[in-house]
T-cell receptor, first 113, second 115 residues
């Protein structure tokens, strides 16, 4: 199993551009999460999904949209990137059984100029 | 609101020695989980150890152990026989049992292990 994978690993955007970050998991997990990590701070939850076709807002959802069309994929979209969205983005997933254990992807580093 | 505080931004230890990383948290809840995550330079978030609040016994995983003091709301991580590969950021995190979609992280402690 590959676990949780994220695409791309690194991206540079200009202000106003759009892009989509892809998270994929092959563990048949129901729950998936998007976090951002900024210097001097822990991870903060952007959006999450409790199952295919569902999404919910986390702590810092503004400026982001998500979609969960397939159980194994969770997409994070930036419609109009801003410098404040420069961050490292982590995806995580978990099963409904082991509720307390989230498995993290390797992260995507995004730089918005 | 729940908060997690890591008061040591940076720590260092010599190889083979023991180091303790501190974490305190604030909550009015009684049932929750506590975690320590390791983030090496690769940025991968790796679960090191987990503690259920209802368990009085401190969790251990090989060279990693915790000192869980529920009344004091303290959850420190002890790394014994430190290895160079332990060099990483360490994050303390908290989750309420009935709200397992909200994992709250501290700001992290950067640990450097010297040869």
């Amino acid at each position: 199993n590959a676990g949780v994978t994220q695409t791309p690993k690194f991206r540079v955007l200009k202000t106003g551009q759009s892009m989509t970050l892809l998270c994929a998991q092959d563990m048949n997990h129901e729950y998936m999460y998007w976090y951002r990590q900024d210097p001097g701070m822990g991870l903060r939850l952007i959006h999450y999904s409790v199952g295919e076709g569902t999404t919910a807002k986390g702590e810092v959802p503004d400026g982001y949209n998500v979609s969960r069309l397939k159980k194994q994929n969770f997409l994070l979209g930036l419609e109009s990137a801003a410098p404040s969205q420069t961050s490292v983005y982590f995806c995580a997933s978990r099963t409904s059984g082991r509720k307390e254990t989230q498995y993290f992807g390797p992260g995507t580093r995004l730089l918005v100029l | 609101a729940q908060t997690v505080t890591q008061s040591q931004p940076e720590m260092s230890v010599q190889e083979a020695e023991t180091v303790t990383l501190s974490c305190t948290y604030d909550t009015s809840e009684n049932n929750y989980y506590l975690f320590w995550y390791k983030q090496p330079p690769s940025r991968q978030m790796i679960l090191v150890i987990r503690q259920e609040a209802y368990k009085q016994q401190n969790a251990t995983e090989n060279r990693f152990s915790v000192n869980f003091q529920k009344a004091a709301k303290s959850f420190s991580l002890k790394i014994s026989d430190s290895q160079l590969g332990d060099t990483a950021m360490y994050f303390c995190a908290f989750m309420i049992v009935y709200n397992t979609d909200k994992l709250i992280f501290g700001t992290g402690t950067r640990l450097q292990v010297f040869p």
